[in-house]
């Protein structure tokens, strides 16, 4: 199985920027791609940005330009998430998920909240 654990999430006022990462552990291989995705209060869940394993990249279109996402290369276990230009509308629980061939992972979220 895999695990992964996300930080980096707090408060921030409009206009600031936050970073967020998402670390593997356990047996990650066979990856097909990973991605952020949030919500909001009374909200669905929804993706934010995904990468393939190829390194492809695409954006919701709100967060384009403001957000990157990232991860490392070298070993493929760290995703990164920096957030530029906050809104108070980018206010959600943010998680991380890897598509593996054994499976579809989950981590457990953290807040970003965007307030003055």
């Known amino acids: 199985q895999v695990q992964l654990v996300e930080s980096g999430g707090g408060l921030v006022q409009p206009g600031g920027s936050l970073g967020l990462s998402c670390a593997a552990s356990?047996?990650?291989?066979?990856?097909?791609?990973w991605a952020w995705y949030r919500q909001a209060p009374e909200n669905v869940r929804e993706w934010v940005a995904k990468?393939?394993?190829?390194?492809?990249?695409?954006y919701r279109d709100s967060v384009k330009g403001r957000f990157t996402i990232s991860r490392d290369n070298a070993k493929n276990t760290v995703l990164y998430l920096q957030m530029n230009s906050l809104k108070p509308e980018d206010t959600a629980v943010y998680y991380c998920?890897?598509?593996?061939?054994?499976?579809?992972?989950w981590g457990q979220g953290t807040q970003v909240t965007v307030s003055s």
């Open positions: 990468i393939n394993n190829e390194g492809n990249i695409v």
């Open positions: 998920n890897l598509v593996q061939a054994s499976g579809n992972f």
């Open positions: 356990g047996r990650t291989d066979s990856i097909y791609g």
